[in-house]
């Protein structure tokens, strides 16, 4: 009997929470959603550090964002400034971290990447995650390689499904509303969700804020660590 192929589809966000890797470390392959619309004030471009024990936002500046825009065509912000104060900040930040010294120079790579294009840059940042993270999971570039940007939501889903010759769909919890079971199934495909585990752990001297960006849980963590963290998310 021929193995189950589980497939996950997510847009690109910059350094996400550890459940978007706990979704990442359950699937065989992981497709890069980035012919869609960008979302305004979501999480493509910015995530949350923790900063004196409080959430405190970081983002990656754009020319002419705009939700009426795919997010492979936008371009980042040309001018390097911001770069330096982001970095600047991540650093203030967890300089105290017992993994900073392992996980500040993934951070500035990652910040540092020269791509001006923002699927790019973004893709840059998921792989040095997931190899920092030493997940197997294959990253499937861009979604724009299966020429079927004419479908839409759950039929362009299974469209994916079908051309990577997956046997099983994972999607991220919220999406329970906008997908059907049986309409998978017609196609041959099993449904599942995911349900994340946020497990709190110690900050130092910090307040632990629970869904920051996964720089967070890798500063306060051994990778041991946070491997069993990326492993305690469930499906149903």
């Not at 500040?104 to 990447?113: A, G, I, K, Q, S």
């Not at 500063?219 to 041991?224: E, G, S, V």
Request: hydrophobic share 45%.
């Amino acid at each position: 009997m021929q193995a189950e192929r589980r497939l996950a589809i997510m847009q690109p966000y910059f350094f996400p929470y550890i459940g978007y890797f706990q979704l990442m470390a359950k699937v065989d392959a992981f497709v890069v959603y980035d012919d869609v619309n960008y979302i305004n004030k979501g999480w493509i471009n910015r995530n949350r550090i923790n900063v004196a024990g409080v959430a405190h936002m970081v983002t990656v500046p754009l020319q002419q964002a705009s939700q009426n825009r795919l997010i492979c065509d936008i371009e980042l912000e040309a001018t390097p400034s911001w770069r330096d104060k982001m970095l600047k900040t991540i650093e203030q930040s967890y300089t105290r971290a017992p993994q900073f010294q392992h996980v500040f120079p993934l951070v500035e790579r990652v910040v540092r990447h020269d791509a001006s294009n923002l699927a790019d840059y973004l893709l840059h940042g998921l792989t040095a995650v997931r190899d920092y993270l030493r997940l197997s999971t294959d990253i499937v570039a861009t979604s724009r390689q299966y020429a079927n940007a004419a479908l839409k939501g759950q039929d362009r889903i299974i469209d994916i499904c079908l051309q990577e010759r997956t046997s099983v769909y994972v999607n991220a919890i919220g999406g329970m509303e906008l997908y059907t079971r049986s309409e998978f199934a017609d196609k041959g495909l099993e449904l599942k969700f995911l349900q994340p585990v946020l497990t709190p752990y110690e900050c130092g001297r910090l307040a632990y804020v629970p869904g920051l960006s996964i720089i967070d849980a890798m500063m306060w963590n051994d990778p041991a660590v946070v491997d069993q963290m990326l492993r305690c998310a469930t499906l149903s």
